[in-house]
C-alpha cells in the first residue's frame, strides 16, 4: 500500500520499517534463533537415544549402568542453560533500554494520542492540529533524525495503540499516560489496530499512520491549519449541521460546534476513510453513515441522525466541503 514493495502487507511484524520495530524484530529473531538450536540439539539426542537404546529382542533385561553424582555432567547441565538465560536477558535489556529510554531529539514531532469508544484522537500540541485516526508523520531521515514520539491517554476504557511496521503495542490505559515513539524509515501507509479489547466495536478501532516527504508533511500541516471552507452554496447544509446533535460531539472550526466526544471534522475530507477506517470517505458512504452508523459498524456510539432526504443530502454537501 504505497510501498515500494506492494508484496508486503501494510500490518506486519515480519516487515519492520522503524527503528524501534526493527530492534524488536532483531531480538525476536535472536530468540527464536537460540530457543530453535536448543529445541534440535534436545530433540536430535532425544531421538537418537529412543532408537539407538531401544530393547532389541534376545537382550537380556538388566538395567543401564546407573550413574549418580557426575561432577562434570552436572556442572555442564548448569552453567550451560545459565550462560544462555544471562545472554538472553542481556540483550533483552538491551533493546528494552533502546526503546524505552530514547530521548526526543530536537526535531522530534509530539503527538497526543487520546483513545476513545472507538476511534482515536491525534493533537499536535505544537503545530497546533488536531485530528483522528489517520496519523500523518514525516518520513525520518537517519542523519537527521525526526521520530514522531506519542503520549498515550484514554477517554474511557482500556485500549492498546499497535501499528505492527512501526513499533511495538502500547497499552493506552484510562487515569495514565504511556509513551511510545516510531521512527520510520519508509514511505507508505501502515495499517494498526487497537490491540485490546474495548468493546463491541474493538475489531473496527483501526489505525493509518501515513508516512511522507517532509515537505508533504509540512504541506499537510498547513492545510490543517487553514480555516475550514466556507461555500456559500452548502449554507443549508451547514445549518442542519448547527441545529443538530452534531454540534454536541463534534467540532468544526469557525461554527458553534465544539465537540469532543467524536472526531474533529473541521477537515474532515482530507482523511481517507471515515468511522476510524470503517469504510472509505465517500459522498454515498457519509450518507449511510450519517443516516445510522450502526449500519456500517455495530455499537457505534454515534446515534442514528436520520434525516429527511433533502436535509441528508444538503449536510452531506456541505460536509463534502472540509477539504
Ligand atoms: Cu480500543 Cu480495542
Request: glycine residues 6%; aromatic residues 8%; proline residues 8%.
Amino acid at each position: 500500500m504505497g510501498d515500494s514493495n506492494s508484496k508486503i502487507p501494510p500490518s506486519s511484524i515480519f516487515y519492520p520499517v522503524s527503528t524501534p520495530a526493527h530492534e524488536i524484530d532483531v531480538v525476536a529473531f535472536f530468540v527464536v534463533m537460540i530457543c530453535g538450536a536448543i529445541f534440535v540439539i534436545v530433540g536430535g539426542l532425544l531421538t537418537y537415544s529412543i532408537v539407538r537404546f531401544r530393547p532389541r529382542p534376545g537382550e537380556d533385561d538388566r538395567e543401564p549402568p546407573q550413574v549418580y553424582g557426575s561432577n562434570p555432567i552436572e556442572f555442564a547441565w548448569t552453567t550451560v542453560p545459565v550462560i544462555i538465560v544471562f545472554v538472553l536477558m542481556l540483550i533483552t535489556a538491551r533493546t528494552i533500554f533502546t526503546v524505552q529510554a530514547a530521548t526526543r531529539p530536537p526535531g522530534a514531532i509530539s503527538v497526543h494520542v487520546i483513545a476513545h469508544q472507538w476511534w482515536w484522537e491525534f493533537r499536535y500540541p505544537d503545530l497546533g492540529v488536531v485530528t483522528a485516526n489517520e496519523l500523518h508523520v514525516p518520513l525520518s531521515d537517519p542523519q537527521n533524525p525526526t521520530p514522531t514520539f506519542l503520549d498515550l491517554e484514554s477517554a474511557d476504557v482500556a485500549h492498546s495503540f499497535w501499528v505492527q511496521r512501526l513499533a511495538g503495542k502500547t497499552d493506552v490505559i484510562p487515569n495514565k499516560k504511556n509513551e511510545m515513539w516510531i521512527e520510520p524509515h519508509e514511505l507508505g501507509t501502515y495499517l494498526g489496530q487497537c490491540g485490546e479489547y474495548c468493546g463491541t466495536e474493538h475489531a473496527l478501532m483501526l489505525i493509518r499512520v501515513i508516512v511522507e516527504p517532509r515537505a508533504d508533511f509540512d504541506k499537510w500541516v498547513a492545510a490543517q491549519k487553514q480555516p475550514p471552507n466556507v461555500d456559500a452554496s452548502v449554507v443549508h447544509g451547514r445549518q442542519v449541521f448547527e441545529s443538530t446533535a452534531c454540534v454536541n460531539c463534534h467540532t468544526i472550526q469557525g461554527t458553534s460546534a465544539n465537540g469532543r466526544f467524536g472526531p474533529d471534522l473541521t477537515h474532515l475530507m482530507a482523511r481517507v476513510t471515515i468511522g476510524s477506517g470503517a469504510a472509505m470517505n465517500t459522498p454515498d458512504n457519509l450518507k449511510v453513515w450519517v443516516t445510522d452508523p450502526s449500519v456500517m459498524k455495530p455499537g457505534a456510539l454515534m446515534p442514528a441522525m436520520n434525516l429527511g432526504d433533502k436535509d441528508l443530502n444538503d449536510l452531506v454537501a456541505y460536509l463534502a466541503t472540509l477539504h
